[in-house]
Structures are given as structure tokens and as C-alpha cells.
């Protein structure tokens, strides 16, 4: 059994109490606070503290309204103060007559009076016509047609008209009346030839046999097996054990 181990090391029970082993009861005892004046720490010092007592019940008569009308500081025994000021009015309205702007002039005319340039033509207005009597242009006249039977100096070919079409004595005219193939009513193909099978829809017909209503797949439940079994089969949760427990050891 020696060869069964690696080193001098063999499982032994533990020399002293190990804290691992025990438990405890965890955060169930609740520390004191450090502030306020009751239910202090005594391990820590405490702080002087101040009271702060309540508002006064108003007293059943009063002799004042109390600061209920608010006066203007500026408001003195002997009237109003004020401090010295610019009176800030409107503009005066000032009528002034509309003169011309800078844009109004030109200057460049000036040049041309002022120094020397070299002749150019001035581009101006069309002139009126002295005449007021106005030739006919070239719209006006029209050439004569050379096309159709009524020409001005060319020999017309033969030409031909076309006319309406004449209901009497046309050979279009029905005169005997007669009734055209849309007159008659269609006559079905099975009065005069064999007629081809045919099918009809009824109606569903009804299953004979025992009608009581029967009970379907959802009617049964599989998980009721305590008819059969003791129990259902279930789950069950085990102890989680602490990695410092001491294993158990057989005797060697």
C-alpha cells in the first residue's frame, strides 16, 4: 500500500480546529451606528449635538399685521427718493426731403468732356418712319394651287370623289328582311348529341354507427403515472459540502 502514495504525505485527521468546518450565523447581529445622539456605538466617540426646537403657536391676539404690506426702500418719511437721472425719450420725428444719392450721378460721362478720347459711335433709339402708309410683307400673298381640278395656269389630271355610303339600292340593302345568325337563341349541344356524364354536390353524408362523443389524444394526461407507480419521478437537491471537510478514510 506504500507505493500507492507520492511522497511522505499520508491523510491524517486535522491537528487543531479548522473555522472552515463550522458555520456561522452570518450577518444576524446588526452593528450600532455612529451618528445621532440614541443608539450610539459605545466603542466610538460621540459628537456634541444641537437641538432644534419647534415653530411658536401664534399668539390668539396680535397687535400687527406683520410683514404683510412690503415698502419700497426708496419710500422715506418725508416721500419718495429718487437718485438723479437721464430722462431717455423717443426720437423727434424730423421731416427731410428726399435729395439724390451717390448712385444717381455718373461720372464716367465727365471723362469724355474732360480729357481727350478717341471717337466711337453712339448706339441710340430706331427712329420712327416718316411714311405712315405700310407696304404688305411677304405673308401677305398667296400662290395659287397647283393640285385639285380647279388650277390658275396648269393642265388638272382626272380626279376622283368619294361619297357616303347609300342605305337604299346599295347592295348592302336587305330587302327581304331576313333575320341574321345572331337572331336565333343557342341551341345546347346535348339536344341533338349525346350528352356527357354530369356531377352534382351534395350534401356530407353522416357516418352511421354508435354518435355518443368519444374522447381524443388531449383527453388523456401521461405525467399522471401514480395510477400504475408509487410516486411521480422528481428532482431532488443535495447538500453542497465544503471543499475542507475531512474525507472519509477506511482503515488500512
Not at 124 to 133: G, L, M, S
Not at 149 to 155: D, E, F, H, L, V
Request: net charge positive; with cysteine; charged share 20%.
Amino acid at each position: 500500500m506504500d507505493t500507492a502514495w507520492v511522497g511522505t504525505w499520508r491523510p491524517h485527521r486535522p491537528r487543531g480546529p479548522i473555522m472552515a468546518q463550522f458555520t456561522s450565523p452570518g450577518p444576524k447581529y446588526s452593528v450600532p451606528g455612529t451618528t445621532g445622539y440614541l443608539a450610539h456605538n459605545p466603542t466610538k466617540a460621540r459628537a456634541p449635538a444641537y437641538t432644534f426646537r419647534g415653530a411658536k403657536p401664534p399668539l390668539a391676539d396680535t397687535c400687527s399685521p406683520g410683514p404683510r404690506y412690503y415698502v419700497q426702500p426708496s419710500v422715506t418719511r418725508n416721500g419718495k427718493h429718487v437718485a438723479p437721472a437721464h430722462h431717455i425719450g423717443g426720437l423727434p420725428k424730423i421731416k427731410t426731403e428726399v435729395t439724390p444719392g451717390p448712385s444717381d450721378y455718373s461720372v464716367d460721362k465727365a471723362n469724355k468732356h474732360r480729357y481727350k478720347c478717341a471717337p466711337e459711335q453712339s448706339m441710340a433709339f430706331r427712329h420712327k418712319a416718316v411714311k405712315t402708309d405700310q407696304a404688305p410683307g411677304p405673308a401677305t400673298y398667296t400662290l395659287p394651287r397647283l393640285l385639285g381640278p380647279n388650277t390658275a395656269y396648269t393642265r388638272a389630271s382626272p380626279c376622283y370623289s368619294m361619297t357616303g355610303k347609300n342605305k337604299a339600292s346599295g347592295f348592302a340593302e336587305d330587302l327581304s328582311k331576313t333575320p341574321g345568325p345572331a337572331a336565333f337563341p343557342k341551341v345546347e349541344l346535348d339536344v341533338y348529341k349525346t350528352r356527357a356524364p354530369t356531377y352534382v354536390m351534395g350534401t356530407k353524408a353522416t357516418p352511421g354507427g354508435d354518435r355518443t362523443a368519444k374522447p381524443g389524444p388531449a383527453d388523456y394526461c401521461l405525467g399522471k403515472v401514480t395510477l400504475i407507480k408509487p410516486q411521480a419521478p422528481a428532482p431532488t437537491f443535495g447538500i453542497r459540502h465544503s471543499a475542507y471537510t475531512t474525507p472519509l478514510l477506511p482503515a488500512i
